[in-house]
């Protein structure tokens, strides 16, 4: 298993039934969960869920962040406007491993209107298990920060 990390979790109200599935995988693997919520099915607006993830990864709160939406996009787009976030949207295990050895992802986003849970939890370990490679991959995500202006 991949070192001891905490995971913050987010998600919409389309995908609250996989995130809780994601929190108690990964806490069996090891990992500390913070889960943000929300626990309501009502409907509710995926900016502010990916926001509240986003900053609490960036203020440090966390090592890793994982949120879920229906498609997993709209969090997705809005966690990327948090500065120091580098999320992508994965519906298979290479994605889910590449956007850490080569994009330093800290953040995965996930749809559960797209994927399966099974699948879902296999993307979360590829996610967690692998680390950035570094080297050039490097040059090319600081690339990407100094966008962030
Ligand atoms: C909610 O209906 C849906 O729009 C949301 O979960 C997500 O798919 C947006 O990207």
């Known amino acids: 298993?991949?070192?001891?990390?905490?995971?913050?979790l987010s998600s919409?109200?389309?995908?609250?039934?996989?995130?809780?599935?994601?929190?108690?995988?990964?806490?069996?693997?090891?990992?500390a969960v913070r889960d943000i919520g929300p626990n309501s099915p009502e409907s509710t607006h995926y900016p502010k869920h990916g926001e509240a993830a986003?900053?609490?990864?960036?203020?440090?709160?966390a090592d890793l962040g994982i949120i879920l939406c229906g498609t997993g996009q709209g969090i997705m787009m809005?966690?990327?406007k948090v500065k120091g976030i580098r999320c992508g949207v994965c519906s298979d295990t290479f994605s889910a491993a590449m956007i850490r050895a080569?994009?330093?992802?800290?953040?995965l986003s996930m749809g559960a209107?797209?994927?399966?849970?099974?699948?879902?939890?296999?993307?979360?370990?590829?996610?967690?298990?692998?680390?950035?490679?570094?080297?050039?991959?490097?040059t090319r995500v600081e690339m990407i920060e100094a966008l962030e202006g």
């Open 113 to 138: 209107r797209v994927i399966g849970e099974g699948l879902a939890l296999e993307i979360v370990d590829a996610f967690l298990g692998t680390e950035f490679e570094g080297g050039r991959h490097g």
């Open 102 to 107: 080569h994009n330093n992802a800290n953040m």
């Open 1 to 8: 298993m991949s070192d001891p990390k905490t995971i913050v």
């Open 78 to 80: 809005a966690a990327n």
């Open 12 to 31: 919409d109200h389309a995908a609250i039934d996989l995130r809780q599935a994601v929190a108690r995988h990964i806490e069996a693997k090891g990992h």
């Open 54 to 61: 986003a900053r609490a990864l960036a203020e440090g709160e």
